[in-house]
């Protein structure tokens, strides 16, 4: 006969036991260390310091990857180009200055201070045209081409104060082509502003002149096609001015008028009175 077993170990509270006897028995059994140790850098694993392999993998991964003297051969002329354009900044100041002053000695009738002040200005341009001339960028990103704009404007004033005439281009060569065309568009406004002046002293010639030559830059000014930008925003500008000129202009004949009825009314209550 077979061996009879006994009922506790199919017992529930049995098997229990047994279960849990198998995992503490599986929890207690040292662990492999081999998956940790493969997570680890190679140097590390090898017993070689970890700083002095990161080292070599940083110095390994620059050489073979880029070339770290093109980097600061960049980094050096960005460096140059800022210093140099700080410089261009500071002096193109200079030349807007004097330019600004000359102008306001020449609304005020004062000349010789006026071509002072321009030949200021000039000189202070020429100390940048060959830091200019060697790095293009400078012209536009320091400041430098609204400097002669300015120097432009105070030149054709002073040149139509005396002539008449309006500069050309040819005799203000440091000015490239949007330089001098913005020169000549702020002109306008100074003209505008001379032009009302010379209405106060009842100088209908002079007004007459300053409408005519705005009116000719207009008729010129329209053959542009001018795109979004500067000379733009001053082009539309000039229309404005024209305007006021011709506002002055009537103003000024109206008042001629009333004033010479006037004189006609006082004439004729004279020989009213003889009689």
Same mark, same amino acid.
């Given at each position: 006969r077979a061996p009879r077993m006994s009922l506790a170990v199919f017992s529930a509270s049995g098997v229990a036991n047994r279960f849990h006897l198998c995992v503490s028995l599986k929890n207690s059994r040292p662990r492999s260390t081999g998956a940790s140790r493969s997570k680890l850098p190679r140097g590390v694993r090898s017993g070689r310091p970890f700083?002095?392999?990161?080292?070599?993998? #940083?110095?390994?991964?620059?050489?073979?990857?880029? !070339? *770290?003297?093109?980097?600061? #051969?960049?980094?050096?002329?960005?460096?140059?180009? !800022? *210093?140099?354009?700080d410089t261009v900044i500071k002096r193109s100041r200079d030349i807007t200055k004097a330019s600004k002053v000359a102008i306001y000695c020449l609304h005020r009738g004062e000349m010789d201070k006026a071509d002072a002040q321009i030949a200021l200005a000039l000189a202070a341009a020429d100390e940048l045209l060959p830091l200019v001339t060697e790095n293009p960028q400078l012209r536009t990103s320091g400041s430098y081409s609204g400097g002669l704009e300015e120097y432009a404007e105070a030149a054709i004033f002073a040149h139509f104060i005396r002539t008449g005439m309006v500069l050309p281009a040819k005799q203000i060569q440091r000015c490239n082509n949007d330089e001098y065309l913005g020169g000549v568009l702020d002109f306008t406004g100074e003209l505008n502003r001379f032009c009302v002046a010379r209405a106060t002293e009842r100088d209908v010639a002079a007004v007459t002149k300053c409408r005519d030559v705005v009116d000719a830059l207009m008729g010129i000014f329209l053959k542009f096609d001018f795109r979004n930008g500067a000379l733009r925003k001053k082009y539309d500008g000039l229309k404005y001015t024209l305007k006021k000129m011709e506002n002055t202009l009537y103003e000024m004949s109206l008042t001629s008028a009333a004033a010479k009825r006037s004189r006609e009314d006082e004439g004729d209550a004279e020989d009213d009175a003889e009689e």
């Open positions: 700083a002095a392999t990161t080292n070599e993998m #940083a110095s390994t991964t620059t050489s073979s990857f880029l !070339d *770290e003297a093109d980097f600061d #051969a960049m980094r050096d002329a960005m460096q140059l180009f !800022d *210093e140099q354009r």
